[in-house]
């Protein structure tokens, strides 16, 4: 490795820093120290608190790297441009020496007088000074630490603020009187190696050094707008693999079930609750991503409409922490195409605009909403300014018998609609006492709503898109489905048992997915004469998933339908049959394909487990589906009854006759 070539700026402390930077490296470098003026060092006029350009103590450096004068750069990362010139990247970060910011001067914080002299050269140490006590006097200072101390020697200010790991790293502790009560600057204390883009040995060296290596990651991720179907497959992963979900109240808690091993944080947010303040929740994201956890930020519809997602992501880039973004289906489009209104329709609407009703900041409540030109207007907060939304629509000149739809937790089952005109919507809303979160549409292509109800029915099983043909179906999982972990002597069992039989037969799609795994971690390749006979054709379709091909498969969903095709097409005296199954019994098939001269080994390869309790609606319900005899058994653990208007409908003759056990009747439905 040839001589180091690394930059600081003239400081003492700067050097200073090289020094610390070259020493947590924990072995000697051969290096050469090159020092560079940068135009915060050149202009001592310009205050910091005018926000000088992003790289004022760097450019000299940039440049200096880019022309290969060095090789790495040594910063404070509060100094680091947020976005570094092209060609350059940040090698490490090192971990905080204190983050703090220290009071130095001869009376103490508490015991200063009003109007005493506070010197500040940062704009947010101004703003925290002023929240704590607007009667001190702040002057802005610039300058190294040193001359900056001199100001308190010859008694220009009463004292300064600077951060403590400054006087640290100069060996000046002692002149820290008080660490003053409020965060420092992001990233405090914490030093930057800068180098080229493309030194990737120069980077393998200092990697050891940088703590963004045991750092999590925070993914923001969207859940849809109500209905929990509506979550992308994306999300459904991201959540899977999630050590901490930060979920708000625009979220079904159901989605919750998806993140089973995460710890779940409530984060709020609905109008006037005063859950977690943006900030705070911000810090935890923060701190939680910085223990090394990923972490699921879970937001109502699309995480960047709307939702401070940007803020989210500023904040945490300021810590150098990975987002990731997982787009989300926003209230703002998907609730008017659930409801079959089409935003935009040719010759009828062309443009849309999204508005946030809440334009203004907090202490300026009284300005006019702006209200942009578009064919179709969507109103995203706007249920309690319902009046002003009004008023500034007919300020702009729309016409009153303009028609509106106002969707009340759209997609949910407790969806409530209104629809009227410019003059007729604010007395119907009111009438219907509509609650938020509430969406409002403003245009022509309104009218494509059409008031049929559909019938609504809660859907028990782990498939509900099998039955959308009946009306609304809401997922209500009774059950769940928990892999059972085999043993190493056992797993090598099962593959004996696999490779012996004639036949595997695969009864349920969970069963395929839980047994699959298994036999394919124990063979690269499945044999392709093994034959699979499976019920029903969603099983046959998740088995082509993990590359089996169901030979048989039995349209009748239930073990006599498998029973009575396998009996009609092929002797089965003799035959060696594996049966992987849940860990629930369900005798049937074995006895009767014994009773054949089958020989049946059983193999229980998952759980059938409920689902935590979660209340019943208590309205909007026509119904229920019951696919299994467990799904009725759970149902009746949790409820106690099926509420007596609702149709009750069955999956197939056994779970018929577990209802019919309860005391229901119920009609058999197919998918
Ligand atoms: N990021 C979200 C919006 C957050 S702002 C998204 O993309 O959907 C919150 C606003 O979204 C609410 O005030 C309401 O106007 C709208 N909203 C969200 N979910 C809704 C629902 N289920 N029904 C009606 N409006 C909803």
Same mark, same amino acid.
């Given at each position: ?5 690394? $930059?600081?700026? @003239? ?27 940068? !135009? $915060? ?19 000299? *450096? ?23 010139? @092209? ?18 001067? @001869? ?132 959540? $899977? ?11 079904? &808690? ?15 947010? !609905? ?25 699921? !930020? %879970? ?20 810590? /150098? ?46 300005? #006019? ?31 009153? &018998? ?88 056992? !797993? ?21 997915? /839980? ?10 390749? =499945? ?34 339908? %498998? ?14 049959? =594996?049966? #992987?199954?849940?860990? *629930? ?9 014994? /009773? ?48 007596? @208007? ?12 577990? =209802? ?12």
């Amino acid at each position: 490795m040839p001589v180091l070539k690394v $930059g600081s700026r @003239p400081s003492k402390l700067a050097r200073t820093q090289v020094q610390e930077v070259l020493c947590l490296l924990g072995q000697p470098i051969d290096y050469e120290l090159k020092i560079f003026k940068t !135009r $915060g060092d050149i202009d001592k006029a310009t205050p910091l608190t005018a926000q000088p350009a992003d790289d004022f103590f760097t450019d000299a *450096l940039d440049a200096a790297l880019l022309k290969n004068e060095i090789d790495i750069a040594v910063h404070s990362v509060k100094d680091v441009p947020k976005i570094l010139p @092209p060609g350059l990247d940040i090698f490490a970060l090192t971990a905080p020496l204190d983050d703090t910011d220290a009071w130095v001067g @001869p009376l103490s914080w508490s015991d200063l007088p009003a109007g005493a002299k506070v010197g500040t050269s940062s704009l947010l140490r101004q703003t925290q000074v002023k929240a704590l006590r607007d009667d001190l006097q702040i002057v802005d200072i610039r300058g190294t630490i040193e001359e900056r101390l001199k100001l308190v020697d010859k008694k220009q200010v009463d004292g300064i603020i600077v951060a403590s790991c400054a006087l640290k790293r100069l060996g000046m502790a002692d002149a820290i009187r008080d660490v003053l009560p409020w965060e420092g600057t992001p990233l405090q204390g914490q030093l930057a190696v800068v180098g080229r883009t493309k030194d990737f040995e120069i980077k393998e060296i200092f990697k050891k050094i940088d703590v963004r290596r045991t750092y999590g990651r925070v993914t923001l991720v969207g859940a849809g707008p109500g209905d929990p179907e509506l979550i992308t497959l994306k999300a459904v992963n991201a959540l $899977g693999k999630a050590d901490c979900v930060f979920y708000d109240y625009l979220v079904d &808690a159901h989605l919750l079930s998806y993140a089973p091993r995460a710890e779940h944080v409530y984060a709020g947010k !609905r109008k006037g609750e005063h859950s977690l303040a943006q900030e705070e929740l911000s810090r935890m994201l923060k701190n939680k991503a910085m223990e090394g956890r990923e972490v699921v !930020r %879970l937001k109502g519809g699309d995480p960047l409409i709307f939702g401070r997602g940007a803020d989210e992501i500023e904040y945490l880039t300021s810590y /150098h922490i990975e987002v990731d973004i997982v787009p989300g289906l926003s209230s703002a489009t998907g609730i008017p195409s659930y409801l079959g209104v089409p935003l935009t329709a040719r010759g009828r609407s062309s443009s849309v605009a999204f508005i946030s009703a809440h334009q203004e900041d907090e202490k300026n409540e009284s300005l #006019p909403l702006l209200i942009p030109t578009a064919d179709s207007l969507v109103f995203l907060m706007g249920l309690t300014k319902l009046a002003a939304i009004v008023a500034a629509l007919k300020a702009k000149g729309l016409s009153d &018998a303009t028609p509106v739809l106002i969707v009340s937790r759209g997609t949910r089952l407790d969806e409530q609609i209104v629809h009227g005109d410019l003059n007729t919507i604010e007395f119907l809303c009111h009438e219907a006492d509509l609650k938020p979160p509430a969406l409002i549409i403003v245009g022509k292509t309104t009218q494509f709503y059409r008031r049929h109800r559909q019938k609504t029915y809660l859907h028990c099983g782990t498939h509900p898109q099998l039955y959308h043909h009946l009306g609304r179906v809401i997922a209500w999982p009774m059950i769940d489905i928990k892999p059972i972990e085999l043993k190493a002597d056992d !797993r090598q069992k099962l593959a004996r048992d696999f490779d012996a039989a004639d036949l595997v037969v695969l009864t349920s799609p969970a069963g395929v997915r /839980h047994f699959m795994p298994v036999i394919l971690k124990l063979k690269s390749l =499945l044999p392709a004469n093994k034959i699979f006979a499976v019920i029903g054709r969603q099983t046959a379709r998740e088995l082509e998933i993990f590359g089996g091909h169901a030979h048989i498969i039995s349209y009748e969903e239930t073990a006599q339908g %498998l029973f009575d095709t396998l009996s009609a097409i092929m002797p089965l005296r003799g035959k060696k049959i =594996l049966l #992987p199954r849940s860990a *629930l019994p369900n005798p049937f098939l074995r006895k009767n394909l014994e /009773h054949q001269g089958a020989l049946v080994t059983e193999w229980a390869v998952y759980d059938n487990i409920k689902p935590p309790r979660r209340n019943l609606p208590d309205a909007g319900v026509d119904g229920v589906i019951f696919t299994s005899p467990s799904t009725v058994k759970n149902f009746l653990q949790d409820y106690h009854r099926v509420p007596a @208007p609702w149709t009750i409908l069955a999956k197939g003759p056994v779970t018929q006759a577990a =209802l019919k056990e309860a005391g229901y009747d119920s009609k058999i439905i197919y998918a």
